[in-house]
């Protein structure tokens, strides 16, 4: 049995979202750098009230959104979650966003994405994760390509950002192709 290590990976563990770490991410998503990753909507920053209201939201709906903290000194640097849940056919969509870019591209975010596909198949019993993720994104697609998500579809010029279009890519791990590979050791 896994226990506690169910959420725990080699350098983050997840735990849950309370209401003291929402002015944290207000404070990321008021940050167009961050938001550009996340939003195909007009980029706008958020303020406390949206982030408060989005919390009661998310606390009511069938999601199950995490706050990923460093495993060493317990430092809230993001969160992650899985959403759209559609139970009859197992699948659901992969949330991540490492909000404190002091820790992007140091794996933090990559670590968490394998925790977040164990929790899926062996918590929830998912057999199909699947995001969408910007064709400008070459960190987030390096990182997905990583632990094993395979591109199934390119949406062409699906997203208007800063004055042209760009390309979406829909990308999805299945639960024998995790299984198979080290990600599920
Ligand atoms: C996307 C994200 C989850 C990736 O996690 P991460 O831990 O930062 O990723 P990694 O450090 O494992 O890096 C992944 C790969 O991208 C490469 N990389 C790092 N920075 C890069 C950059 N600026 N441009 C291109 N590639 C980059 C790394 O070298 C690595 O490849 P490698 O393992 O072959 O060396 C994280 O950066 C993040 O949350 N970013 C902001 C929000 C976001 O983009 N969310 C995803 C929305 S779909």
Avoid: C
């Avoid at 226990?3 to 350098?11: A, M, S, V």
């Avoid at 069938?62 to 990923?68: L, R, T």
């Avoid at 056919?89 to 164990?118: K, Q």
């Amino acid at each position: 049995m896994l226990g506690n290590d169910l959420l725990k990976g080699e350098l983050v563990y997840l735990n849950a979202i309370t209401r003291d770490d929402v002015s944290q991410y207000a404070k990321w998503f008021a940050d167009l750098e961050l938001l550009q990753y996340l939003w195909m909507q007009p980029l706008f920053p958020l303020t406390l009230e949206d982030e408060m209201e989005w919390y009661d939201r998310m606390r009511k709906s069938d999601v199950y959104n995490f706050a990923i903290r460093t495993i060493d000194h317990i430092i809230l640097i993001g969160s992650g979650g899985l959403r759209s849940i559609d139970w009859k056919n197992r699948s659901a969509e992969l949330g991540i966003s490492i909000g404190d870019s002091s820790y992007w591209g140091r794996g933090y975010g990559t670590d968490a994405t394998r925790v977040l596909l164990r929790y899926g198949f062996l918590e929830l019993n998912l057999n199909r994760i699947g995001l969408e993720v910007y064709g400008y994104n070459e960190r987030a697609i390096k990182s997905y390509q990583k632990i094993g998500f395979r591109l199934e579809g390119t949406r062409r010029q699906a997203l208007f950002r800063e004055g042209r279009y760009y390309d979406t890519h829909l990308m999805a791990v299945l639960r024998e192709e995790w299984q198979d590979s080290a990600n599920a050791d």
